[in-house]
């Protein structure tokens, strides 16, 4: 469930701090107080878009923190299959800070991105926002309301019909790109064996391009080379000015002086190594010199072999493992070029047994979306009459398309009476905006028993109803909550008396700066509210005896 909400510097909110309880949660205030700013607040945080004027007129950011408590088993399962750091008592706590039009996101202290939020989002909490009820004219949307219901029984079956129709549109896709007429056939053919001649010819090494660079580099500074050895050997070995002579010279002297100081034996020690050092160094020198060889046509040989591996990997690919690979999708690419009436043959079986297992599967798929829609359709209906439709009439009706899809091949509509007597219509030719939203209520309510996302959010459920549909309503709301946290902004007072928890948004101003707070309402602070949301501008004693009355007999129906 949600916790808490904390807001800071949004909007026309300086800092609010909200704590929910795990029941029935109502907000109320007069028109224009805020009450969407604080939906629209959880809807930010939960990944939402945004924009600069979001932030409060002088402040430098922004930021909104949701704080969840989870309970479920389910609902931690999938959390821990996001990755996501839960804490021993099971909190998720989600911020985001907005700064100019940037947002940094964070769950539990980790950075995370927008479409995570929003991925996360499905699995904590049900938002229905002021238009949402409208989705419900789209035929798409139903056959989404039918499969949430049914996941248990159909969420593997449309997996499988997910995977096998990507392989279905793999299977076409390559017969429709292979279709090609046989004087194109043979010119690709022809081209190719080209390639696999050129290929095998070359007869490329792991590791020969970068042997070949080191060899042409030796090969191709021979002359250089053998001239700059050849004068670090006359400096250091040759002549009666070399290093090598003139350090003999003073090994000979230093060893004289020894005779006459003891001290002098240790630099005499030490000269000597040098020597030795110098004649070593001296004799390797030699010895390179001697085994150096430079090869003009050598050197010919490596450069032409070098640049045709040169030329071969940037026609083939950037390394021998992609001109590898290119050589083997090569060799299956004239497999089938060279057999190409057998290679459309077993390409026209492999689609057409595809064809058939995902119409097979699609079939099976539909049969189980008829029996979940028949217990679904009672239970809306039924849903439905507690929201004072009466005597209505509910039916899911299915077609079946063309071609089956990613989602097997099924439509459904959803069909509804609202008069006796009348036949069944698509909602879009029924139902008014109230209407919807009560039927959309209806939905939510079903829905809720088979759904592990413990906080559903309303925000004006209420819109274009009043007298008795409005408490149906309120009592559809307590209903729910006894199995989910709800959320509820609303401008009924009977759906306001029903409040678990009941808080007030108002707008003020101080210091010519206009600011939206919320607090929870004491039993009288509830009262008074209800009263004004009852008698408006003018709030008598018989107002407030009616927002008691109103307030017990909701107690009552809880």
Same mark, same amino acid.
């Given at each position: 469930?949600?916790?808490?909400?904390?807001?800071?510097?949004?909007?026309?909110?300086?800092?609010?701090?909200?704590?929910?309880?795990?029941?029935?949660?109502?907000?109320?205030?007069? @028109?224009?107080?805020?009450?969407?700013?604080?939906?629209?607040?959880?809807?930010?945080?939960? %990944?939402?878009?945004?924009?600069?004027?979001?932030?409060?007129?002088?402040?430098?950011?922004?930021?909104?923190?949701?704080?969840?408590?989870?309970?479920?088993?389910? @609902?931690?399962?999938? #959390?821990?299959?996001? +990755?996501?750091?839960?804490?021993?008592?099971?909190?998720?706590?989600?911020?985001?800070?907005?700064?100019?039009?940037?947002?940094?996101?964070?769950?539990?202290?980790?950075?995370?991105?927008?479409?995570?939020?929003?991925?996360?989002?499905?699995?904590?909490?049900?938002?229905? %926002?002021?238009?949402?009820?409208?989705?419900?004219?789209?035929?798409?949307?139903? &056959?989404?309301?039918?499969?949430?219901?049914?996941?248990?029984?159909?969420?593997?079956? $449309?997996?499988?019909?997910?995977?096998?129709?990507?392989?279905?549109?793999?299977?076409? %896709?390559?017969?429709?790109?292979?279709?090609?007429?046989?004087?194109? /056939?043979?010119?690709?053919?022809?081209?190719?064996?080209?390639?696999?001649?050129? &290929?095998?010819?070359?007869?490329?090494?792991?590791?020969?391009?970068?042997?070949?660079?080191?060899?042409?580099?030796? !090969?191709?500074?021979?002359?250089?080379?053998?001239?700059?050895?050849?004068?670090?050997?006359?400096?250091?070995?040759?002549?009666?000015?070399?290093?090598? +002579?003139?350090?003999?010279?003073?090994?000979?002297?230093?060893?004289?002086?020894?005779?006459?100081?003891?001290?002098?034996?240790?630099?005499?020690? *030490?000269?000597?190594? !040098?020597?030795?050092? &110098?004649? +070593?160094?001296?004799?390797?020198?030699?010895?390179?010199?001697?085994?150096?060889?430079?090869?003009?046509?050598?050197?010919?040989?490596?450069?032409?072999?070098?640049? #045709?591996?040169?030329? #071969?990997?940037?026609?083939?690919?950037?390394?021998?493992?992609?001109?590898?690979?290119?050589?083997?999708?090569?060799?299956?690419?004239?497999?089938?070029?060279?057999?190409?009436?057998?290679?459309?043959?077993? !390409?026209?079986? *492999?689609?057409?047994?595809?064809?058939?297992?995902?119409? $097979?599967?699609?079939?099976?798929?539909?049969?189980? /979306?008829?029996?979940?829609?028949?217990?679904?359709?009672?239970?809306?209906?039924?849903?439905?009459?507690?929201?004072?439709?009466?005597?209505?009439?509910?039916?899911?009706?299915?077609? /079946?398309?063309?071609?089956?899809?990613?989602?097997?091949?099924?439509?459904?509509?959803?069909?509804?009476?609202?008069?006796?007597?009348?036949?069944?219509?698509?909602?879009?030719?029924?139902?008014? %905006?109230?209407?919807?939203?009560?039927?959309?209520?209806?939905?939510?309510?079903?829905?809720?028993?088979?759904?592990?996302?413990?906080?559903?959010?309303?925000?004006?459920?209420?819109?274009?109803?009043?007298?008795?549909?409005?408490?149906?309503?309120?009592?559809?709301?307590?209903?729910?909550?006894?199995?989910?946290?709800?959320?509820?902004?609303?401008?009924?007072?009977?759906?306001?008396?029903?409040?678990?928890?009941?808080?007030?948004?108002?707008?003020?101003?101080?210091?010519?700066?206009?600011?939206?707070?919320?607090?929870?309402?004491?039993?009288?602070?509830?009262?008074?509210? #209800?009263?004004?949301?009852?008698?408006?501008?003018?709030?008598?004693?018989?107002?407030?005896?009616?927002?008691?009355?109103?307030?017990?007999?909701?107690?009552?129906?809880?």
């Amino acid at each position: 469930m949600l916790a808490n909400l904390h807001v800071k510097n949004l909007a026309l909110i300086d800092e609010a701090d909200v704590d929910f309880s795990e029941k029935l949660n109502i907000l109320t205030g007069e @028109t224009g107080a805020g009450k969407s700013i604080l939906i629209g607040s959880i809807n930010i945080a939960l %990944g939402g878009k945004f924009s600069q004027d979001s932030i409060r007129k002088g402040a430098e950011y922004a930021l909104v923190e949701l704080t969840f408590h989870i309970e479920e088993k389910s @609902t931690l399962e999938r #959390l821990k299959a996001m +990755d996501i750091p839960l804490e021993e008592d099971g909190l998720v706590i989600i911020s985001r800070r907005l700064k100019g039009n940037r947002a940094v996101s964070k769950v539990n202290g980790e950075t995370v991105t927008s479409s995570f939020l929003k991925e996360l989002a499905g699995v904590l909490i049900d938002i229905h %926002g002021q238009h949402e009820h409208q989705s419900l004219l789209y035929k798409s949307k139903h &056959l989404d309301i039918l499969d949430r219901y049914g996941k248990e029984r159909t969420a593997a079956l $449309k997996q499988q019909i997910k995977v096998l129709y990507e392989e279905y549109v793999r299977l076409l %896709g390559e017969l429709n790109q292979n279709l090609i007429p046989e004087e194109e /056939r043979l010119r690709e053919l022809s081209f190719m064996e080209y390639e696999k001649k050129e &290929l095998e010819e070359a007869q490329l090494r792991e590791g020969e391009e970068e042997e070949l660079e080191q060899e042409f580099r030796r !090969l191709s500074n021979g002359e250089a080379i053998m001239e700059g050895m050849a004068a670090v050997y006359r400096l250091t070995g040759e002549g009666t000015e070399s290093a090598a +002579d003139s350090l003999g010279r003073a090994v000979r002297q230093i060893n004289r002086l020894t005779e006459l100081e003891d001290g002098i034996g240790d630099f005499a020690s *030490r000269l000597t190594e !040098l020597e030795e050092l &110098l004649n +070593d160094f001296n004799r390797d020198i030699a010895a390179y010199m001697e085994d150096f060889t430079f090869d003009e046509e050598l050197l010919h040989t490596t450069e032409e072999r070098l640049n #045709l591996v040169h030329g #071969l990997m940037a026609k083939y690919g950037g390394s021998y493992e992609q001109v590898q690979d290119y050589y083997k999708k090569l060799l299956h690419k004239l497999e089938r070029y060279a057999d190409y009436e057998k290679y459309k043959v077993e !390409l026209e079986k *492999r689609k057409a047994e595809t064809e058939g297992q995902l119409l $097979k599967l699609c079939g099976q798929l539909s049969e189980l /979306r008829k029996e979940n829609a028949a217990i679904l359709k009672e239970a809306i209906r039924k849903a439905l009459e507690e929201l004072n439709f009466l005597q209505v009439e509910f039916d899911i009706e299915f077609r /079946r398309l063309g071609q089956p899809g990613a989602n097997g091949f099924d439509e459904v509509e959803f069909m509804i009476s609202t008069n006796p007597g009348e036949d069944l219509k698509s909602l879009a030719r029924v139902a008014s %905006g109230g209407e919807l939203s009560r039927i959309m209520l209806a939905i939510k309510s079903v829905l809720a028993d088979k759904d592990s996302v413990d906080t559903l959010i309303f925000d004006e459920i209420d819109t274009g109803i009043s007298g008795r549909t409005a408490q149906k309503v309120s009592e559809k709301l307590s209903a729910i909550s006894k199995s989910h946290q709800v959320i509820s902004i609303t401008h009924l007072p009977q759906i306001a008396s029903m409040a678990d928890d009941h808080y007030l948004i108002e707008k003020y101003s101080e210091s010519e700066v206009t600011q939206t707070r919320i607090h929870c309402l004491t039993e009288e602070e509830s009262v008074m509210e #209800l009263a004004r949301m009852l008698g408006g501008a003018r709030i008598t004693d018989a107002v407030i005896h009616s927002a008691k009355e109103m307030k017990e007999l909701a107690s009552g129906l809880k």
